[in-house]
């Protein structure tokens, strides 16, 4: 079971995590991601700026996901519950927690986990 100590270190690197990808959301909606099509001189700068707005919207996508994730994280610890395997029930290593503090499977589930995704997707 995690320390008190350890508890406030993940709520802190994840309240961190979540404050710097709010702030890096809001930089890309003050950027100038809204060039016109007539202010372009020609189909090829066109095509780069179409790509780097997909590129923002798909970055923008996972950030929004991880901050899903980040809020069931904390979630998680108001309930007593953060560091527990959502599959087996087992402590997730502190160590995959550092390197993943939003993990919700300890290292076995989801390699067990990916070896279905990639039995479903061959």
Known sequence: MLTKEQLEHFRQVLEDEKRTIIEKMDQMKRG???TQREDMLDD???AS???DH???FRIRGREIH???KIDEALE???QGTYGICDACGEEIN???LEARPVAP???SCKEEQEKMEKRRGS
């Open 94 to 96: 502190i160590a995959r």
């Open 49 to 51: 700026v179409e790509v």
């Open 105 to 107: 499977l300890c290292i």
């Open 44 to 46: 090829a700068d066109a």
């Open 66 to 68: 991880l901050i899903k």
């Open 54 to 56: 997909n590129l923002l």
């Open 32 to 34: 100038d991601i809204h």
């Open 76 to 78: 998680k610890m108001d």
